[in-house]
């Protein structure tokens, strides 16, 4: 499958996780920084989204501990929140 193919099924799955909290979090972040990724970092996104979105979204907020295989650059930006949008 090309980059772009991949990119946009990825994109989709980020913003159809099933929650509207989950969507902005994981949706709002693959927004903001897919464009940075290489390969490796598209791999280990996908993997990421296997996971259960509670667990994603405590690993985001620093309230559950981020297992090992996640851990470096993307989980730290995953880690900023700077990529939510807030309402006013």
Do not use: C
């Not at 996780?17 to 464009?35: C, M, N, P, S, V």
């Not at 990724?37 to 907020?61: K, S």
Request: hydrophobic share 40%; no cysteine.
């Amino acid at each position: 499958m090309d980059r772009e193919h991949r990119l946009k099924r990825l994109r989709f799955r980020a913003w159809h996780r099933g929650t509207k909290e989950a969507d902005l979090l994981i949706g709002g972040f693959f927004d903001r920084q897919h464009g940075e990724w290489d390969d490796t970092q598209i791999d280990l996104f996908e993997r990421l989204l296997e996971e259960q979105d509670v667990d994603i979204m405590g690993w985001a907020t620093q309230s559950q501990p981020v297992p090992p295989e996640y851990r470096g650059p993307m989980m730290q930006a995953l880690e900023a929140l700077n990529y939510v949008p807030i309402a006013e």
